[in-house]
């Protein structure tokens, strides 16, 4: 076991016993190269340098992650968006790849669960998540190549998260995309909306969506019109094919 | 032959028959889906479009290209700097690609000689040769996948181009880098400076530099100083496994 691997792994106490079986859950492949996870979650504030004085700790994988990102997301969206020019996919890509939704996608996996750090993670800024998901994408692109990091993020950013017709602004409400397929597919639609509170404090609504008097959908929220929206993108992503012609 | 190739080969005139041909060379490899390098070569005011009426040229490719040089300069930078934080690999990334280099890159190359446009070729700025060598290499990796991309970066950008050393703005001067390393290695070194104008109308000076008396190598300049650096460096990248420990 290299040197590196060794500090890394003895500053983690026993509880982390999992750390390899947790990530292994998220990654969906065996790592191998295992310092390079280790030092993806290892904070700056756990002061860890190898035996010639260098930093070991996730910062620099986060430089190799967002270029990983820049380029899995550039290739999407040049065959995706056949008449966006270089601004316009640019400015795509950069909306995939905002601050904001780095954040969100490293919360989802919970990756904070799995650093090390002198600082209590509660009094981390909400960067740390967005900064740790980018470590990881280096460290995949470093242990496993090109290939195993485009399957990670197709799987993990590009499939759940990029729909390209929300990035291009063109779909404002997915009621008004759902009613006008609707009209000219000649279909029936109705939204039954009733008061549905539940378990909660705060007042709720659900909504069924029945298209051809069958229903395709729910959706719940706080107001009747968030209800519907929710309906709507959920029938809307049940009939993508049939309801978008552009691909 | 698909449409888009049928219009991209017609524009082209019985003249560009050695397009290929040249592609191949500067490539070092035959290429495949042979319409992605017509439009890498097609500037904008070509004024092509496919059947859906997105304009076909090599902008969109330069995107791609762009953020694949990103990539690979980024992983190389990650492994050859190992004492470089995020935002030092960021700064040196930078200066590998910046848009001076780059023009140097497809000017090498003599890119414009392949271009097709309706504008006259002197009239473009310098800025045409970076743009068409990043859509050449956006090309190449939409062609043939990361691994042949990064080989072809390698082969022409960085071991052609990029010296860490320089980049860290380390050596200010080769000449006293071989010196230190010389007396280090407690060995003798000697440069020889004599007039060499030769058919030049301006003086020149010619310099061979030995070391423990034998020539390693020569240098030849508008002044004594200049003429000493450029045989320090050929001597320097002579040595370079020797002189420099970093890995």
Chains 1, 2 share one sequence.
């Not at 030092?39 to 260098?54: L, P, Q, V, W």
């Amino acid at each position: 076991m290299s040197f590196i691997r060794n500090i890394l792994k003895n500053s983690r106490s026993q509880e982390d016993g999992n750390f390899f079986l947790e990530l292994q859950r998220i990654l969906g492949f065996k790592p191998k190269k295992k310092n390079l996870y280790l030092k993806a979650f290892t904070h700056r504030s756990m002061n860890i340098r190898d035996k010639k004085g260098n930093p070991i700790n996730y910062e620099r994988l986060e430089f190799v992650g967002d270029a990983m990102l820049g380029s899995v997301i550039a290739s999407f969206l040049y065959s995706k968006v056949p008449h966006g020019d270089e601004g316009y996919l640019t400015k795509m890509r950069s909306k995939v790849v905002s601050r904001q939704h780095l954040n969100e996608l490293g919360k989802e996996l919970n990756l904070i669960d799995l650093v090390i750090s002198r600082i209590p993670k509660e009094s981390f800024g909400s960067n740390i998540h967005g900064n740790l998901f980018e470590a990881l994408v280096g460290a995949i692109y470093l242990d496993r190549g090109y290939k195993t990091c485009e399957k990670f993020i197709y799987k993990k950013v590009i499939n759940p998260h990029v729909d390209i017709e929300k990035l291009e602004g063109k779909v404002i409400s997915y009621k008004s995309l759902l009613i006008e397929w609707c009209q000219k597919e000649k279909k029936t639609f109705n939204y039954e909306i009733y008061e549905d509170t539940g378990n909660d404090a705060l007042k709720h609504f659900s909504v069924k969506l029945s298209i051809d008097d069958k229903v395709v959908s729910k959706g719940r929220a706080t107001s009747k019109k968030k209800a519907e929206e929710k309906a709507s993108k959920r029938a809307f992503f049940a009939f993508q094919g049939q309801m978008t012609k552009r691909s």
